[in-house]
């Protein structure tokens, strides 16, 4: 049989283009991915950046650490701890102490990301002078970079400052320098400095002062900003990649099993034939086998040729976008090419398995079959499968709903749990396509002329075409609708839950990243008319199940103006309850029993025991923990809400409250600005995996539309030539070619529009279960574009070929036989 295969592979190659288009795809962005994991897992240590020059660097606390059976669970601390008053004094005593502090520091027309330090710091990097001089009072910075020059004024939100210097920018930060002394007040703690000193001396001064730890050589990279960005950027890198490379697989499976499914359809005269001349169904079935086999040979081994051009480009571009660090590369493996290669090699063979199972069933009375008409195009495999998988969708939905609906919401499960849905629906097409074609095609049959008609008509004789040519359509359709409805839809329940949430007539922010100091603090909620709620963000840590050491954003308040301004989603408990003594938490805890007493780490890393006072709803994750100042030390106030008194003008209060920020400067904000101010966006490793998935997916969808429609291009000759015979011209054919691609686009479409929305309403069940408003969100802008870019690209496939078959003449067409 293996002569009959390759002869089949010569004759028939353009059966084959698309499976092999696919599969090399596939295996090159499997390759990619592995190379880029590979080259991830040996990355060097970044090297220290703003302590590159400095001798010793001592830090305060700034880590929790709980023992537990399975080993010790860490955390970094939400707010740090000073180094220690008497560590401190005896660190001076060995040498120079420099204190270090960072703060963002907003000023117009310069860089988002601008922080500040104290210019004695900027030696440890070492920054240098470029231009001007250092700064010497308190309205004088040096900036890094050329984005102003000296002389320049900066209008801060701590006032307006003269740059008097500059200094070459290093490309880890946008910097300005302050005096040590303004520095100091615009950022009292200080949980890291600098100690001109011998190394072993400094540490002899901090023995015995728990948690401070000393940091020297390649370890000063500890005291950097984020020090674990790398490892985090490459991390979402890898999963982008990951989950690019499991739709890539899926597709591919798809396509190669949609090809060969409709090949050996078109071949069961061949497949007859053979029977007749006494082949076994055995003898069938591993023709198809080694077809598969042969195609997919040829198509791993392209692809990772592909992988192995492409890794390289694609990690440059990654840097470029800042999606991982600037000194990421692809080093050279040899693993992930094994990995690609067979990967592809059992996708091919998986997907033909089907196909070959029902070639190998063919009758030898098809060698006499010429009709067109399918009867039988849903088989029992196909039936059972797609229903088990339909039921099995359905089934995981509840129980999840049931359990815990808070993990549809995960990003993880709304971009995979999907594939599931689409491939039950792509299944049971051929079910469907009948009473969708009718339907579709019910007003143009009533239109004058029989295009409507004929078209109808065509598409139903014709279902397992119409099902190979729809299926594509619908995988792109849905992923498009599922993944960006799933995050839209997400966005619209976050920004209802903050508004639910808000009662406060405006808010108020600090400037810098410092927050409000006691005086600005006072003079607010000394404003007339104004009910001022102060809060601070801050942290604590639970230990779930003694296993796991969980970190909960946690919100610092005054009962009494927090219930005023704030409307928590309380399902037990009281809002007033809440004292120093307890906590209020959300119901993703694992204990959330009001009443009941929980050990916890404060943000500090102090360990306390607080009464639990009220629980709220989990909603969509974001509603963490609120606690009383007391029990968030150092935490400064970065939010204030206002709530208007009854009977007093808003006006007035806004006027008010502006005059006092005047000194520390600050943003008073209405509440729909700041609800829109706050409104979340999609960030750009989610973005870039989002349009990476689509792009792959279109790209697939283009690949299946163009080699099903040329497969079936030379079953339709003799129908073309009979359209001609009866009076037909030329571009009436190829408009009633190009009307039939529209059609079953538009019932994959259609398919595909039905697993979005079954599939949304997984999600809005569980967010109506979480008590959290808010829209079903079906992004139509691009279903509507993915559908169209389906529609161009099936038109092109179809007429394409009906074209070039028509200039063979009526008489030649009318001969041609299978």
């Known amino acids: 049989m293996l002569s009959v295969t390759f002869l089949t592979l010569r004759a028939r190659w353009a059966t084959f283009v698309g499976s092999f288009v696919a599969l090399s795809l596939g295996v090159a962005l499997i390759a990619v991915m592995g190379l880029a994991l590979a080259s991830s897992l040996d990355a060097p240590e970044r090297r220290p950046e703003r302590f590159a020059a400095a001798p010793v660097v001592v830090q305060g606390r700034d880590t929790v650490r709980v023992a537990t059976p399975h080993g010790v669970r860490s955390a970094r601390l939400a707010r740090p701890n000073p180094v220690p008053a008497r560590t401190l004094a ?31 710091t900027a030696a440890f990097a070492p920054y240098r002078l470029d231009a001007g001089r250092a700064p010497e009072t308190a309205g004088e910075v040096v900036i890094s970079g050329d984005w102003a020059a000296v002389g320049a ?11 008097v210097g500059t200094v070459r920018g290093l490309g880890f930060e946008n910097a300005v320098f302050y005096t040590a002394e303004r520095a100091a007040r615009l950022a009292p703690d200080s949980t890291q400095l600098v100690v001109a000193a011998d190394a072993s001396a400094v540490l002899g001064a901090v023995a015995g002062t728990p948690g401070v730890g000393v940091l020297t050589g390649p370890a000063r990279r500890l005291a950097d900003a984020d020090p674990d960005r790398d490892r985090e950027a490459l991390v979402a890198m890898n999963a982008m990649f990951g989950t690019a490379g499991g739709i890539s697989g899926f597709v591919s499976v798809f396509v ?18 053979l029977r007749t001349t006494g ?5 069938l079935r591993r023709t198809v086998l080694a077809e598969a086999l042969a195609v997919g040979v040829l198509a791993s081994a392209t692809g990772c040729v592909l992988g192995a051009y492409a890794a390289p480009r694609l990690a440059r571009r990654v840097v470029q976008d800042g999606l991982a660090p600037d000194w990421f590369s692809i080093g050279e493996h040899l693993w992930p090419y ?32 010429d009709a067109s008409v399918d009867n039988e195009s849903m088989t029992r495999g196909r039936w059972l499968l797609g229903g088990a998988l339909l039921l099995t969708a359905l089934l995981t939905l509840v129980l999840t709903l049931v359990s815990a609906p808070g993990d549809l919401l995960h990003r993880k499960t709304y971009i995979a749990r999907p594939m599931l849905l689409i491939t039950a629906v792509a299944l049971l097409t051929p079910l469907l396509v009948r009473p969708l074609c009718r339907t579709l095609a019910w007003l143009p049959a009533r239109l004058p002329g029989a295009y409507g008609v004929v078209v109808g008509e065509n598409a139903t004789a014709a279902v397992r075409r119409t099902a190979a040519v729809a299926a594509p359509v619908l995988v792109t359709v849905a992923l498009a609708g599922s993944l960006l409805g799933a995050t839209a839809t997400l966005r619209e329940a976050d920004a209802a839950q903050l508004r639910a949430r808000t009662r406060a007539d405006f808010v108020v922010s600090p400037a810098g990243g410092a927050g409000f100091d006691r005086a600005t603090v006072e003079r607010l909620r000394a404003v007339p008319g104004a009910e001022v709620s102060a ?11 003694g296993v796991a050491l969980v970190r909960s954003e946690a919100r610092a308040a005054v009962p009494g103006p927090l219930a005023a301004t704030v409307r928590l989603p309380v399902t037990a408990g009281r809002v007033a309850g809440l004292d120093d003594d307890s906590i209020i938490v959300n119901e993703e805890w694992a204990r959330h029993t009001v009443g009941e007493r929980v050990s916890v780490w404060l943000g500090d890393g102090t360990r ?9 709803s989990a909603g969509t994750g974001d509603n963490g923990v609120y606690v009383t100042p007391a029990n968030a030390p150092r935490a400064p106030v970065d939010r204030i809400d206002v709530k208007v008194a009854s009977g007093a003008r808003p006006a007035l209060v806004q006027r008010e409250l502006a005059k006092a920020l005047a000194a520390s400067g600050g943003q008073v904000r209405t509440k729909s600005q700041w609800l829109r101010a706050s409104r979340r966006g999609s960030d750009a490793t989610t973005r870039t995996g989002l349009l990476l998935v689509l792009g792959i997916a279109l790209l697939y ?27 037909a011209t030329t571009g009436q054919v190829l408009r009633l070619v190009a009307a039939e691609a529209l059609l079953v686009v538009a019932v994959g479409g259609v398919l595909g529009l039905l697993a979005t929305v079954l599939d949304l309403l997984g999600m809005r069940a569980a967010l109506a279960l979480l008590s959290v408003g808010g829209p079903l969100v079906v992004p139509w802008a691009a279903v509507g574009s993915a559908t169209g870019a389906c529609a161009i690209l099936a038109v092109v496939s179809a007429v394409l070929p009906a074209a070039l078959s028509l200039r063979r003449g009526v008489v030649a067409l009318a001969g041609v036989r299978e």
Not at 100 to 114: H, I, Q
Not at 535 to 545: C, G, I, P
Request: hydrophobic share 45%.
């Open 153 to 163: 004024e900066l209008r801060t939100g701590s006032g307006t400052v003269t740059v």
């Open 90 to 120: 005896a660190l001076r005593r060995l040498g120079t102490v420099t204190e270090d502090r960072s703060f963002a520091v907003r000023a117009k027309g310069a860089p988002a990301d601008l922080v500040g330090h104290p210019w004695p």
């Open 256 to 273: 190669v099993a949609s090809t060969f499914a409709f090949a050996v359809a078109q071949r069961r005269r061949e497949f007859g034939l």
């Open 701 to 727: 969808t283009g690949v299946s539309l163009a080699n099903t429609l040329v497969m079936s291009a030379s079953d339709r000759v003799r129908e073309q030539a009979a359209l001609r015979l009866a009076g």
């Open 535 to 545: 809060t601070s963000s801050s942290a604590v840590y639970v230990l779930e199940d």
């Open 279 to 283: 082949a076994t169904p055995g003898q």
């Open 608 to 616: 306390t025991s607080l009464r639990i006072a009220a629980v709220m």
């Open 338 to 369: 094994h990995v690609a290669f067979w990967s592809g090699l059992s996708v091919a063979l998986c997907g033909a398995v089907a196909a070959s199972w029902r070639a190998g069933r063919t009758a030898p009375t098809q060698a006499l079959r």
